[in-house]
């Protein structure tokens, strides 16, 4: 213990991910045990009595504390290499005495707030457009990365395992750009089976903020380009257009009724290069379309998201799992990345008109071991000439005008739709993990104690030598066994059936998060419009809103393919549950049969 005992209440919800660590949400107050037990982490005591690890960046001082129990405040940042000799020796002797103790996570950034840029007619036809985007740290992630349309990068640079830099302008609520920021550091473990990690409760000005690389200055600034330019471009002739039709149900992408492709994610391996000097890990990837695979680092899974971020700005693209050094968990968090991008690109191969672009198309067909044509292919996909605002140009939406307030009213309602599903998906997550971690631990602890019991029983029954007391002692020595085996079976249940659950709640949230950044870029185009009608013609108003009619189109066929899907795998989900729920009790009903049998001939 160091400096005794204190209270601290938490500012952030963190969810434990293995035994050793102790689970809370936001306002708990917990009991500080020990201060000293390195790398960021403290030993505490909550409310019910339950000890483990918590994350002190995570905490704030309840009560007044004397300043010689303090620690020492940790940098926001690992110290760089070029630090004083003093700092380099203490971070290195504190890192060797605590090897042990992987680094917590850090807390929840406060939000930030992105500068739009509206880009005019004029402007745009003389000057290239640079859309620096500004990504907030998620808790699990470590970078800040920034990019622009123009950005290149080398295939020799970036390992997933190397020391890297991150430069990035964040603008805060009120202060100027900062200034640059380069980190160099490496973590010392990671893991890969966090299904859930709570976001702060944020103000709603806010909510369109918190979430990844998807950010509304971008998407809101295609739109407005998209709206006011009176000089649209003549497209070629073989430019695919997109399709839009409109069903019983609503607007549908045209291609929905093709059958979709799938996406197999083979095992991981390491690649080496340099001589071996440095290392990568690449990911199998087989399409069913050419059944011929194709290995890919996790950086070109970065940089196809970020080219279909660019170009579908109304179209939901899920957040890629997060980027992390390798440490003592290595293989494991592999694994469980390795889990989370098979997840991803199955989504991603579901969407007809992603599954169709030319960046999906390039990202798993073109043979990695060619550099050559990657590079030649992907120079090619960022000077894409119909991205962002140019896309709703290649859109050809039904030949029905739209009217606002039917439109109005139908996005409020599913605006609602998506709040109140993030929540029940939310609440239900911390139910299933609590679930899971009363079949691990609570209940194999007492059915294995309960076990133990009966054979306790069954030794003591033994020193009676009749026979029928020697029946009896085998009845329940049996019978104690089985409870052994049925404890052994609730620690491995949740891996056969809540997992996948889990698995898909949290895929869903990662959807959920980005669809208020395609409904506000909607939105966007309403309130431009009534800003901009006095000052316009009535033949104006009526060609942009026809286009704004166009942006509404892709934002209702988007709404209508996730609720379709969201159909589908909620069935799917629920149904392999379920079963799996029937077969485990399943086998716990027979081994109960089986034991009773043996009173039989007592």
């Known amino acids: 213990m160091s400096g005794g005992m204190f209270q601290a209440v938490a500012l952030y919800d963190f969810h434990s991910q293995s035994e050793k660590e102790l689970s809370f949400q936001a306002s708990d107050i917990v009991t500080i045990l020990s201060t000293d037990i390195g790398n960021g982490w403290w030993e505490a005591r909550n409310g019910n009595g339950l000890k483990g690890l918590v994350p002190q960046s995570y905490f704030k001082f309840h009560c007044p504390v004397p300043a010689s129990r303090l620690p020492l405040p940790e940098p926001p940042f690992p110290l760089p290499a070029s630090s004083s000799t003093s700092s380099s020796s203490s971070a290195s002797s504190s890192a060797s005495s605590q090897s042990s103790i992987a680094l917590p996570p850090r807390p929840p950034p406060k939000p930030v707030r992105v500068v739009q840029t509206y880009i005019s007619s004029s402007s745009s036809s003389s000057s290239p457009q640079h859309h620096h985007r500004c990504v907030p740290c998620n808790a699990r992630f470590n970078a800040i990365e920034v990019l622009s349309d123009n950005e290149d990068w080398d295939e020799d640079d970036d390992d997933d395992n190397e020391d890297y830099n991150v430069i990035t302008e964040v603008y805060s609520s009120n202060k100027c750009p900062t200034s640059t920021l380069e980190k160099n550091s490496k973590l010392n473990s990671c893991k890969y089976d966090d299904f859930f990690e709570d976001d702060d409760e944020e103000d709603e000005e806010d909510l369109y903020h918190k979430h990844g690389k998807k950010l509304v200055g971008i ?7 998209y709206l ?31 059958p979709s492709m799938t996406c197999k994610l083979g095992s991981p391996r390491k690649e080496k290069k340099y001589k071996g000097m ?10 069913s379309t050419t059944n011929t695979p194709v290995y890919r680092r996790y950086k070109q899974f970065d940089w196809l998201h970020d080219r279909l971020v660019e170009k579908f700005s109304t179209l939901i693209i899920p957040h890629l799992p997060e980027k992390q050094i390798s440490g003592r968990f290595e293989e494991e968090f592999i694994r469980g990345r390795l889990r989370k991008l098979s997840l991803w690109m199955s989504r991603m191969c579901k969407h007809p008109i992603i599954s169709q672009s030319e960046a999906f198309i390039h990202f798993i067909h073109c043979n990695g071991n060619v550099e050559v044509q990657w590079k030649a292919g992907k120079r090619q996909i960022e000077r894409d000439k119909y991205k962002g605002a140019y896309f709703f140009y290649t859109v050809e939406p039904p030949g029905i005008d739209l009217d606002p307030i039917v439109v109005e009213i139908q996005m409020d309602k599913f605006g609602r739709f998506i709040r109140s599903m993030e929540d029940s998906i939310k609440h239900l997550s911390n139910v299933c993990q609590k679930n899971g971690y009363r079949y691990r631990l609570k209940f194999h602890k007492e059915f294995l104690t309960l076990g133990k019991s009966y054979e306790e029983l069954a030794k003591s029954f033994e020193l009676d030598n009749r026979k029928s007391s020697r029946k009896l002692s085998s009845a329940i020595q049996y019978t104690g066994k089985t409870y052994i085996e049925i404890a052994l079976l609730f620690s491995v249940q949740p891996s056969k059936d809540l997992v996948n659950l889990m698995e898909g709640l949290q895929e ?7 669809f208020p950044d395609v409904l506000l870029v909607q939105r966007s185009t309403t309130n431009k419009i009534q ?8 033949q104006e108003v009526n060609k942009i809103q026809s286009r704004a009619d166009v942006i ?3 934002v209702l ?3 209508q393919h996730f609720q379709v899907n969201r159909v589908t795998d909620f069935s799917n989900y629920m149904q392999a549950y379920l079963q799996g729920q029937i077969d485990f009790f399943k086998q716990i ?5 089986k034991s009773l049998n043996f009173f039989d001939n007592v």
């Open 219 to 225: 998407t809101t600034g295609s739109a407005d380009m």
């Open 228 to 258: 006011f330019n009176m000089d649209p471009p003549a497209l070629p002739s073989d430019v695919k257009k997109i399709n839009i039709y409109d069903s019983y149900e609503g607007p549908v992408w045209s291609l929905s009724a093709v």
């Open 278 to 287: 440095k290392s990568y890990t690449t990911y199998q990837v087989l399409p």
């Open 508 to 514: 869903y949230r990662g959807i959920l998060s980005v």
């Open 531 to 538: 800003e901009n009608a006095g000052q316009l013609t009535r």
């Open 552 to 554: 509404t189109y892709t």
């Open 557 to 559: 066929a988007e709404i």
């Open 589 to 593: 009903t027979s081994k109960l049969e």
